[in-house]
């Protein structure tokens, strides 16, 4: 699900100088499962193994290959953009969607992606939530220079999303509903989520324009 639109932000140069990279929150999950523990404070038995279970679908979709319409998008980045992203470690859907964004990031030398876990940002992620909820992962897209937000994304494909309020609305049983929404993604394979970010970084893109570069107006 995606927004667009051009404010000041409520991040701070505080949160971004606390906030990690995908690596470090890799080995920063890593770390925590060595101990059976997640992030954030339910270190439950249910947490930790659904934690588990998203290290293996993070390796997954690691090895998603971008398309060659994404990768030129990408490529034809002009302005430097920061990329904000709220996730936790226990979260199916941010294992399902963080390598892949991380990935598209990476196509482009001016755009980096800057990881806050939610529950210690909860400043961040109320202004940023979904039908009122705390839905992650979000990304909230700022331009480097003046932290202006161009643009916000989350929590999961358009698609996927549908998919969740039908079944929430159907009230089906956990196991049932987690095996259909991950059954879309690994059927999926972040195709949809590409073409949404084409979208994304065309709109972002005409934000970002030199102002020489758009059209007058008339009095």
């Not at 679908?57 to 398309?67: A, C, I, P, S, Y």
């Not at 202004?127 to 009122?132: D, S």
């Not at 049983?173 to 970084?201: M, V």
């Amino acid at each position: 699900m995606k927004d667009t639109t051009t404010a000041k932000s409520v991040i701070t140069s505080g949160h971004l100088q606390k906030a990690i990279t995908y690596v470090q929150y890799r080995e920063m999950i890593d770390k925590l499962l060595a101990e059976n523990k997640t992030s954030g404070n339910d270190h439950s038995e249910a947490m930790v193994a659904y934690t588990r279970m998203n290290l293996h679908r993070m390796r997954r979709v690691e090895k998603t290959v971008l398309g060659d319409e994404m990768v030129q998008v990408m490529l034809s980045v002009q302005t430097p953009m920061t990329w904000v992203v709220l996730t936790e470690a226990w979260c199916g859907d941010a294992a399902q969607c963080l390598p892949a964004i991380v990935k598209i990031a990476d196509a482009s030398p001016l755009v980096e992606v800057k990881l806050l876990l939610r529950d210690e940002n909860l400043d961040v992620m109320d202004a940023y939530l979904t039908n009122g909820g705390r839905s992650i992962p979000k990304l909230i897209a700022l331009k480097t220079d003046t932290m202006e937000v161009l643009g916000t994304w989350g929590p999961r494909p358009e698609p996927a999303h549908k998919l969740y309020m039908e079944m929430k609305e159907q009230n089906l049983p956990f196991n049932e509903f987690a095996e259909k929404l991950h059954g879309w993604y690994a059927k999926d394979r972040s195709r949809t989520l590409q073409q949404e970010f084409i979208g994304l970084i065309n709109d972002w893109s005409k934000l970002t324009a030199p102002e020489d570069m758009t059209v007058e107006r008339c009095s």
